[in-house]
């Protein structure tokens, strides 16, 4: 009889098809349908943008995770989520709040991270909370933080002594800003998780790297470049920080004006989710993503997966398999070579995830928990 291994499922969502939990899931049950007896621990992970909160409230009370009506990106109330983890520690998406699907129209300067400071400013008044984190992955907004530190009770005025409207347009205007009013931080500190190395300004910055995709035209990014300039030297801080062009801007503005440190988002969901602590006694550990290709070690879930797990062997997951394994990494799945085509597998993802979890059950390493 086949020794039993304990097997950890550690994947990314899958963005446009299934959430980081329901790969995990399709996977087991693939996997089970070979290997009934072995302990499967499932461990869905994400990157800091979306599925964060999904990932961090995984296994948790339904309890921790609260519900608000917030402003949305162009203004309009939208329904959020935000997380309230037992050891005190808030997690809040900032997509879930100015994330690009929640517009109709893209609005690259006018689009507010309001709602965003909204969630922070509940989650910071929980007597319950004592540190935050906040995923900035998937934003429609180029305003550098403001909104958000609008409503947390700063002021953003023109030289006339008005309050500025919304969106990193209207920071070109900037004369002062006000943080007299700012709420305090919580007693633990803030985390910005990031999945990104863009400074703010500049030709890697957040207006001409991400500008375009959030629909800004090329004077617009401009603009937007010019504006969020503005708003560095009005705040005194250079902008120069690895990271600090995440979200818009909004990593720089809220380290800026509120504290707090930039962290790698990958690495800091995996450690609060225990990744770590899980793979000593595991046999072997099965991540995944949409794609696998050379970017995937470089600050995505897969890479860091990869480094914490070495030397335990790493299977990979993906839609599509485009770069060649290195140690620990010791197979890999392509799910479009399993449906036959990329259109295939994406109209059944579970179905295909499933049968990728089948397909490593049946070719197993040899000597695979040999040692155990």
């Keep these: 009889m086949a020794h039993p291994l304990r097997v950890v499922i550690a994947p990314d969502s899958f963005k446009g098809s299934l959430d980081a939990a329901d790969v995990a899931e399709a996977i087991a049950a693939g996997w089970h349908s070979r290997r009934p007896d ?69 609005d690259p300067m006018g689009a507010t991270t309001r709602g965003v400071g909204e969630l922070l400013r509940l989650a910071v008044e929980d007597p319950g909370t004592r540190r935050i984190m906040l995923g900035l992955g998937g934003s429609a907004t180029n305003d550098g933080g403001t909104g958000a530190l609008v409503a947390l009770g700063a002021r953003f005025l023109d030289a006339d002594g008005n309050d500025l409207p919304p969106g990193g347009g209207a ?28 400074p703010l300004l500049g030709p890697h910055g957040a207006a001409a790297v991400f500008g375009p995709q959030k629909g800004a035209i090329p004077q617009q990014v401009e603009e937007l470049d010019a504006a969020l300039g503005r708003l560095a030297a009005v705040l005194g801080v250079s902008g120069e920080e690895p990271g600090s062009g995440a979200a818009g801007g909004t990593s720089f503005g809220l380290l800026a004006c509120w504290g707090g440190r930039m962290v790698s988002g990958s690495a ?3 450690a609060v989710a225990g990744l770590e602590a899980a793979v000593p006694a595991a046999d072997l550990l099965i991540t995944g993503e949409g ?42 799945v392509s799910l479009t070579e399993l449906a036959g085509s990329a259109r295939a597998s994406m109209a059944d993802p579970a179905r295909w995830l499933a049968a990728a979890g089948t397909a490593l059950a049946e070719r197993l390493p040899e000597g695979l928990g040999a040692a155990r």
């Design 38 to 106: 072995d302990v499967l621990e499932l461990m869905p992970l994400a990157d800091g943008g979306e599925g964060t909160l999904d990932a961090l409230g995984h296994g948790l009370p339904e309890e921790c995770l609260r519900t608000a009506t917030v402003s949305g990106p162009d203004g309009k109330p939208v329904q959020a989520r935000w997380l309230l983890r037992p050891d005190g520690t808030a997690v809040v998406e900032l997509a879930s709040a100015a994330g690009l699907s929640l517009l109709d129209e893209l």
């Design 268 to 270: 800091t969901v995996a």
């Design 171 to 198: 920071l070109a205007r900037l004369a002062r800003a006000d943080l007299s009013e700012l709420v305090p931080s919580p007693s633990e500190g803030i985390e910005y998780l990031v999945d990104v190395t863009s």
């Design 291 to 332: 794609r696998f290709d050379s970017q995937s070690t470089r600050g995505k879930v897969v890479g860091n997966v990869l480094t914490v797990a070495a030397p335990t062997p790493v299977a990979i997951v993906a839609g599509q398999v485009a770069a060649d394994l290195q140690p620990p990494a010791v197979a890999a």
